[in-house]
């Protein structure tokens, strides 16, 4: 049975012959990022100047313990020397990987280019044992800040200007509650070949920390996985760790399918200052790297966000709050491969209401430069 069909059969169910009964809110944002800066491609050497718009609207459903949330954007490219580009080329290849198409393609007009997308369709049930979702939803793994290895769902790009942006998973999700400190989830997700990827976790309170054991299946890959996460002794750190043994099928230089296996973790720490002042640190170590044309070549795998450049990574976030209107981070990632690069991402933020807010920010990486402006209206 295709997950898309059961995604119709419940929206109808749920919209017409309950809508009488329930509470429907709706919402809308839009996002303007102003972007100068470089390609990140290797082998394209140019700079642009491009903005981005991405008006989004969301209807909320809710009636007792069911919920639906449909959001949709329109996102339009401004900029010649951006959409012109490989870089522009190369973000179009990107797509979700579902059984039905959630973005149209892109219409080209001047010196622009727009499309429209479905960014989340899910509806379920919920009372104080369970959680039913099935549809274009979220998949959360992993307890990282900056890194979940064992996030093959919905990974962020932490080099992204919005690293939460995430492509939605066709899935059935089902989470029961044994009590008040465990639960066990169950998923099982569909890609654009109709091909199954199944999960589950048992996550549960140990005296210490909050521990969890996720499995993860496909005819692609596999992987068997840990998290923790618990405060040290009282003293405000909080410690966490996650870690997966990875199996899965990639393509090699030579265009051939193999079996790679490889074994991917954090470790990190957070402290929050009474001054303001919080800092994150973790360390990420892969016990296999990836070069540049492997993962072009791998494009669609599942473990893409797995497919690193070096063996060992160490990051660190530092945000401080100046006062209830202004705040700013770093975020700084070392490399430590022959090439020792390094990633750097300084930002401020203004919120000026609960409907606006500004952010200025820079990312700088292997010697390319990108500097943004961003404002969000909400109404």
Same mark, same amino acid.
């Given at each position: 049975?295709?997950?898309?069909?059961?995604?119709?059969?419940?929206?109808?169910?749920?919209?017409?012959?309950?809508?009488?009964?329930? !509470?429907?809110?709706? +919402?809308? %944002?839009?996002?303007?990022?102003?972007?100068?800066?470089?390609? @990140?491609?290797?082998?394209?050497?140019?700079?642009?100047?491009?903005?981005?718009?991405?008006?989004?609207?969301?209807?909320?459903?809710?009636?007792?313990?069911? /919920?639906? %949330?449909?959001? &949709?954007?329109?996102?339009?490219?401004?900029?010649?020397?951006? =959409? &012109?580009?490989?870089?522009?080329?190369?973000?179009?290849? /990107?797509?979700?990987?579902?059984?039905?198409?959630?973005?149209?393609? $892109?219409? !080209?007009?001047?010196?622009?280019?727009?499309?429209?997308?479905?960014?989340?369709?899910?509806?379920?049930?919920?009372?104080?044992?369970?959680?039913?979702?099935?549809?274009?939803?979220?998949?959360?793994? &992993?307890?990282?800040?900056?890194?979940?290895?064992?996030?093959?769902?919905?990974?962020?790009?932490?080099?992204?200007?919005?690293?939460?942006? =995430?492509?939605?998973?066709?899935?059935?999700?089902?989470?029961?509650?044994?009590?008040? =400190?465990?639960?066990?989830?169950?998923?099982?997700?569909?890609?654009?070949?109709?091909?199954?990827?199944?999960?589950? #976790?048992?996550?549960?309170?140990?005296?210490?920390? !909050?521990?969890?054991?996720?499995?993860?299946?496909?005819?692609?890959?596999?992987?068997?996985?840990?998290?923790?996460?618990?405060?040290?002794?009282?003293?405000?750190?909080?410690?966490? @760790?996650?870690?997966?043994?990875?199996?899965?099928?990639?393509?090699?230089?030579?265009?051939?399918?193999?079996?790679?296996?490889?074994? #991917?973790?954090?470790?990190?720490?957070?402290? &929050?200052? +009474?001054?303001?002042?919080?800092?994150?640190?973790?360390?990420?170590?892969?016990?296999?790297? $990836? @070069?540049?044309?492997?993962?072009?070549?791998?494009?669609?795998?599942?473990?893409?966000?797995?497919?690193?450049?070096?063996?060992?990574? =160490?990051?660190?976030?530092?945000?401080?709050?100046?006062?209830?209107?202004?705040?700013?981070?770093?975020?700084?990632?070392?490399?430590?491969?022959?090439?020792?690069?390094?990633?750097?991402?300084?930002?401020?933020?203004?919120?000026?209401?609960?409907?606006?807010?500004? %952010?200025?920010?820079?990312?700088?990486?292997?010697? +390319?430069?990108?500097?943004?402006?961003?404002?969000?209206?909400?109404?």
């Amino acid at each position: 049975m295709i997950i898309s069909n059961k995604i119709s059969l419940f929206l109808f169910l749920l919209f017409f012959a309950e809508s009488l009964f329930g !509470d429907i809110d709706y +919402k809308f %944002t839009n996002t303007n990022i102003t972007v100068a800066g470089d390609s @990140s491609l290797q082998n394209e050497n140019r700079s642009y100047l491009y903005n981005y718009n991405r008006a989004r609207f969301y209807a909320n459903y809710v009636n007792v313990g069911y /919920f639906c %949330t449909a959001i &949709g954007d329109a996102v339009n490219y401004y900029g010649d020397s951006y =959409t &012109g580009s490989n870089s522009f080329e190369h973000l179009k290849i /990107f797509r979700s990987d579902t059984p039905f198409k959630t973005e149209t393609n $892109f219409k !080209d007009y001047g010196n622009g280019a727009a499309y429209a997308k479905l960014y989340r369709l899910y509806g379920g049930y919920e009372d104080a044992k369970n959680r039913v979702v099935v549809g274009l939803q979220n998949i959360s793994m &992993g307890v990282g800040r900056i890194w979940t290895p064992t996030n093959v769902f919905n990974p962020k790009n932490i080099y992204a200007i919005e690293p939460d942006e =995430t492509f939605g998973v066709s899935a059935l999700s089902y989470v029961r509650h044994l009590n008040d =400190t465990s639960h066990i989830t169950l998923v099982a997700a569909q890609n654009r070949e109709h091909d199954f990827k199944y999960a589950g #976790q048992y996550k549960g309170f140990l005296n210490f920390a !909050d521990i969890a054991v996720n499995i993860v299946n496909s005819n692609n890959t596999k992987m068997v996985g840990y998290e923790i996460e618990g405060n040290l002794a009282n003293t405000g750190i909080e410690l966490r @760790s996650e870690a997966g043994y990875i199996r899965s099928n990639l393509l090699h230089l030579d265009n051939r399918a193999y079996e790679e296996e490889f074994f #991917q973790g954090i470790l990190g720490a957070e402290y &929050g200052f +009474k001054n303001g002042i919080t800092l994150v640190v973790e360390t990420l170590y892969s016990s296999k790297k $990836f @070069s540049y044309d492997e993962v072009l070549l791998n494009l669609n795998s599942d473990i893409l966000s797995n497919l690193v450049h070096s063996n060992f990574y =160490t990051g660190a976030t530092l945000s401080y709050s100046f006062n209830l209107f202004l705040d700013a981070s770093l975020l700084y990632i070392e490399s430590f491969d022959d090439k020792n690069l390094r990633f750097v991402s300084p930002s401020i933020n203004y919120t000026l209401s609960e409907y606006n807010s500004f %952010t200025l920010g820079a990312q700088m990486q292997n010697g +390319k430069n990108n500097c943004f402006f961003k404002w969000s209206l909400s109404f």
